[in-house]
């Protein structure tokens, strides 16, 4: 129910944007994790239904999260990469009766 796209080979500085369609349109939250290899998968972006949206420390002010109703399509714009965002990225949401469901990982890799 959801499917990921964007992820991809990346220099750091750089930017990449990962997409995700949602297929439902009721939701109590949105979001993206990753996980780096050897690591647990973390939180790097929730968006609840009531519009706020919270950012993992490690990525304020470089990441941004957005969402076109329309398209049923939630977005990661990711700038500013650094090595240590290399992992596989999955996109999240979370239904009203507060069942999570994941979408298919997409691997970024931040390297020269």
């Known amino acids: 129910q959801l499917q990921a796209f964007g992820g991809g080979l990346v220099q750091p500085g750089g930017s990449l944007r990962l997409s995700c369609v949602v297929s439902r349109n009721m939701f109590s939250a949105l979001g993206w994790y990753r996980q780096a290899p050897g690591k647990q998968r973390e939180l790097v972006v929730v968006?609840?239904?009531?519009?706020?949206?919270t950012y993992a420390d490690a990525v304020k002010g470089r990441f941004i999260f957005s969402k076109d109703s329309a398209k049923n399509t939630m977005y990661l714009q990711m700038t500013s990469v650094k090595p240590d965002d290399t992992a596989v990225y999955y996109c999240y949401a979370k239904l009203p009766n507060n069942t999570p469901i994941w979408g298919q990982g997409t691997q970024v890799t931040v390297s020269s």
């Open positions: 968006y609840s239904a009531s519009g706020t949206t």
